[in-house]
């Protein structure tokens, strides 16, 4: 009786989580669950086969949490109590990834909305890496990645004469304007990390202006280069 109550209730998490709304549904789930309807949660979604090492990292502290799959992906589901989401990425920290942490929910009629944008926070994860992300740590490439067709056009539209440039050359530009931004605008400590000269750098910059018909010192051309560089690295197929 226990096993099948157990099952009745993850079967009302997977309603939560699907965003339905039946009336006492979160009533139901906390019941069966042994949950606080009203208490704190976090989603985190990860890649298939990584949801078991994150419940057992997140159970080795005492944090009580539920795997369930989808698909090609896993949703971890945790009570949080009183820690926040950067602990929770603190102690996810060693995990395998990629994944991504949605927003708190409070309350488990707010986990429908906590996974959704859990899965926007994992698709801001670059192609090979890892590690897990919270949502609010990627709001700008979280715009992108939600909308595809916009963020094709952005790319063709600002990287344009990029995409016709020898993939080793685009691919330099576009490390050289990673790391400018990475080093918050500084020339010299973005040689720093490509290990060229200032000059080096300066000179690819402004040849990435030519190129775009864009200026680095203007904010709103600025911001459409940022943007477009979140959109290139996110859903261009690197070499």
């Known amino acids: 009786m226990r096993l099948r109550g157990d099952e009745q209730g993850r079967a009302l998490l997977d309603a939560l989580l ?3 709304s039946e009336p006492g549904l979160a009533a139901r789930a906390a019941s069966g669950l042994g949950l606080p309807e009203r208490g704190r949660y976090a989603v985190a ?5 990584e949801g078991g090492p994150v419940c057992a990292a997140l159970e080795a502290e005492g944090v009580r949490c539920f795997l369930r799959g989808r698909g090609d992906r896993e949703t971890v589901v945790v009570a949080l109590g009183d820690r926040d989401t950067e602990s929770l990425t603190a102690l996810l920290a ?3 990834g990629p994944g991504g942490i949605g927003p708190v929910a409070d309350g488990l009629t707010g986990l429908g909305a906590a996974c959704r944008l859990a899965e926007v926070a994992l698709l801001t994860c670059p192609p090979g890496t890892a590690g897990i992300v919270r949502l609010e740590e990627r709001l700008p490439a979280a715009l992108v990645v939600s909308q595809p067709e916009l963020a094709a056009r952005l790319v063709a539209d600002v990287f344009g004469p990029l995409l016709a440039l020898d993939p080793a050359d685009r691919a330099l530009l576009v490390r050289t304007l990673e790391a400018w931004l990475e ?7 973005a040689a720093g990390r490509l290990y060229c000269h200032r000059n080096t750098v300066l000179n690819r910059l402004r ?7 864009r200026s680095l010192s203007q904010p709103r051309e600025l911001t459409e280069m940022t943007l477009a560089l979140e959109a290139f690295t996110l859903t261009t197929p690197q070499p």
């Open 45 to 49: 979604v990860v890649r298939a086969g």
């Open 207 to 213: 040849r990435l202006e030519r190129l775009t018909s």
């Open 183 to 189: 080093s918050g605008g500084s020339a010299g400590r």
């Open 18 to 20: 699907e965003g339905r």
């Open 94 to 96: 060693r995990c395998p």
